[in-house]
């Protein structure tokens, strides 16, 4: 055994007998202040035979968590991620029971609520010591999968690992181009600035960075449906109404995100990106790998063959990690609540309501999701699978109610830059090189939401154009006042104050959606989609009320005559097959593209019977969403439809110098050929049969 190697298990075995050391002291302590944890008889005993029953206990706590820990993740990885974490504390506060149980001192006793606490405060003091005792949590955990990685490729004995390439797509959700440099440049994300030759006056690129152009659903269920699976051609927003199916899609609802996949692998036959030992990691879609963790299109699907252990196991194995998760994310909900108390107290605007679920929620998508998917991409690294894509939406939640730019956000990247040098540093010890790629699906654009500035929802503004009744409060906005005006001159009668002449029955009602800044207007008792002509002679004054309104920049029906038209204020009205680039009528502050974006989702089998863009200003880069959002994505205009490709340059350039990368699907094409300039898995491939029926 060479002198580095004993020195090595000589470190591993002095940080052991730390922790130990650490851990008896700490259950001493815990044993004199809480009430209902004891280490000694009724009776009393000596001081000597409490510390040994302390030191007994908490190295039987130490070993039993080693050997049984494992065994109880191998029995719970069909529990979801959220509810694993949880479980931590009282299955770690089961093994306390247990090692005070068989103590040969006989000594130890707890209730068992106490017994979680205490369990809990001695593994993240374990945790705590023996990252510190490591230099660093995440250099230790590296060490730790790398010792795993050894153990597998020894039970292969003469399996070399691939000498080509392999690539991983890392999603960072939300992150719009503009912020990536922001980031970059405040020294908030150095891995990425290192990447991009930013770590001294010598040091040299690896990586170039691209800006792409989104379609019109600038969100991430059209835009990773397209990169992963070749096609997002019918979805026109995040969440739409059906008329042939009378059902409401939503990309992530499990059920609408295997529908989703189904269809596109219909309409390329193309089983997708990953389709040869590929993996796909917290994604809405499988892009046809075999290897799956936490993919919403697949989350019904509950078949071994479908579902990949390393996600959990490979994390959760570690009860120190276990509960370090669980820690950070009680500091997560905590953090939050703070950073949102501050929001009110300074009257911080825009602003929008984070009570509720939504801690809870933005710990889930900012430490577990993350902690997971991070994991689950070392363990496809340190496998050698030929390409992982992997979202990690953390960004994407905090910016939608702090904003796309500020110090919520900031912490955010910064962790997430972390989790990229964790995963640059394990692929140096791969079995095979990386070609490691990072990329987002959308951008974020800032502004307060229509209702704050209006006083009503695009859902009440819709009603009160159709004459239906709306909310009091509503009623008596400025913008209802001017609603409702138009409805009387519409009709050439007054409405009366006390209720709406026009009341149609509740099926003829319409639905109205929105998707950030896109609203989504149908009317589901008319089985095919309306033209304006239908919807002046039903509701005269709907599309003059929403087209002549300050905070809607565009709307596009369907007409007789025309085809496509888009209607803008002051009466604009301009056929979309004459709208482009010279001559962009009421797109014109939406830039460069606008007119091709909505011209495609107009061909769309499943447009919605009105789209209605909301007002954009392209000095501020702001958008009026009509969701509760101030940082919101899924229309047109601003940040949120200019995401980034950030490539090593090792692969060929996305597109030719001058060039524009536009649409989810070009980006598709461009990670293909990088697969296979990696000389891995040639796609498309033929879908098999068991995805074409998911």
């Not at 001081?47 to 206990?57: D, F, L, S």
């Not at 790398?146 to 039970?155: Q, S, T, V």
């Not at 790998?289 to 993919?295: E, G, I, K, S």
């Not at 050929?673 to 898995?681: A, H, Q, Y």
């Amino acid at each position: 055994m060479g002198g580095g190697r004993w020195r090595r298990v000589l470190s591993a075995v002095w940080r052991s007998i730390a922790v130990w050391a650490v851990s008896t002291v700490t259950m001493l302590v815990l044993a004199g202040v809480l009430p209902d944890f004891k280490l000694q008889s009724e009776t009393g005993d000596s001081a000597t035979r409490i510390g040994v029953t302390a030191g007994v206990g908490a190295a039987v706590f130490g070993l039993l968590s080693s050997l049984v820990w494992p065994l109880l993740v191998r029995a719970l990885l069909l529990v979801p991620a959220l509810v694993l974490g949880l479980l931590v504390f009282f299955l770690n506060g089961s093994l306390l029971l247990i090692a005070l149980r068989i103590n040969p001192s006989g000594q130890g006793e707890a209730a068992p609520e106490t017994a979680v606490v205490v369990a809990a405060v001695m593994s993240a003091v374990a945790s705590a010591t023996g990252g510190a005792l490591a230099v660093r949590d995440d250099d230790a955990y590296r060490r730790r999968l790398y010792r795993l990685a050894d153990r597998r490729r020894r039970r292969a004995p003469g399996q070399a690992g691939p000498s080509t390439p392999g690539a991983v797509f890392l999603q960072l959700d939300g992150v719009g181009h503009e912020v990536l440099e922001e980031a970059v440049g405040k020294g908030l994300m150095p891995t990425v600035a290192q990447w991009l030759g930013g770590g001294g006056a010598r040091a040299r690129p690896t990586h170039r960075l691209t800006a792409w152009r989104t379609d019109w659903s600038s969100q991430t269920g059209a835009s990773q449906l397209g990169i992963l699976h070749g096609s997002n051609h019918d979805v026109p927003a995040f969440r739409w109404y059906e008329k042939d199916s009378q059902e409401v899609m939503v990309c992530n609802r499990p059920s609408s995100a295997a529908e989703l996949q189904r269809r596109a692998i219909e309409y390329t036959g193309d089983g997708g990106l990953l389709t040869v030992d590929g993996a796909s990691r917290g994604n809405l879609f499988s892009g046809g790998a075999d290897q799956l963790a936490l993919v919403l299109s697949m989350a019904a699907r509950r078949g071994k063959e479908n579902r990949d252990r390393a996600g959990y196991f490979t994390y959760f194995i570690d009860p120190a990690n276990a509960v370090r998760t669980a820690m950070s994310f009680v500091a997560e909900v905590f953090r939050e609540i703070g950073q949102s108390t501050r929001c009110r107290a300074r009257k911080q605007r825009p602003r929008v309501k984070r009570g509720g679920l939504y801690p809870f929620i933005r710990a889930f998508a900012t430490v577990i999701e993350r902690d997971v998917v991070v994991a689950a991409v070392i363990g496809d690294m340190l496998a050698g699978r030929n390409s992982v894509y992997a979202d990690l939406v953390a960004y994407d939640e905090v910016a939608h109610h702090s904003g796309p730019r500020g110090r919520d956000t900031e912490k955010v990247l910064a962790r997430l830059d972390r989790s990229l040098a964790l995963i640059a540093k394990v692929a140096e010890h791969a079995p095979r090189p990386y070609r490691i790629v990072l990329l987002s699906d959308h951008g974020q654009s800032p502004g307060e939401t229509f209702l704050t500035r209006y006083g009503l929802s695009l859902g009440n503004l819709v009603r009160a154009g159709c004459g239906l009744p709306v909310p009091r409060k509503a009623r008596r906005t400025h913008s209802g006042a001017e609603a409702r005006a138009a409805v009387r001159a519409a009709l050439r009668r007054p409405v009366e104050e006390g209720g709406e002449q026009h009341r149609p029955a509740r099926r003829s009602e319409p639905i109205v959606l929105a998707s950030g800044n896109l609203g989504l207007v149908s009317f589901p008792d008319v089985p095919h989609r309306m033209s304006r002509e239908e919807i002046d002679r039903r509701h005269p004054a709907l599309l003059s009320t929403l087209a002549n309104h300050p905070g809607v920049g565009f709307v596009l029906v369907r007409s007789e005559e025309h085809g496509g038209l888009v209607l803008g204020a002051h009466g604009a009205e301009v056929p979309v097959d004459e709208l482009d680039d010279e001559h962009p009528g009421p797109l014109a502050d939406f830039g460069p593209g606008a007119a091709d974006a909505v011209r495609r989702t107009h061909s769309f089998p499943h447009v919605a019977d009105i789209m209605v863009n909301s007002w954009y200003d392209p000095e501020e880069g702001e958008v009026l969403a009509f969701e509760e959002q101030i940082g919101s994505h899924g229309g047109l205009g601003g940040a949120q439809g200019r995401p980034f490709l950030l490539s090593p340059l090792a692969l060929s350039a996305p597109v030719e110098d001058g060039a524009e990368l536009v649409g989810a699907e070009e980006v598709h094409h461009v990670l293909r050929r990088w697969l296979g300039e990696c000389d891995g898995p040639q796609v498309p491939v033929t879908a098999r049969s068991d995805e074409r029926a998911a």
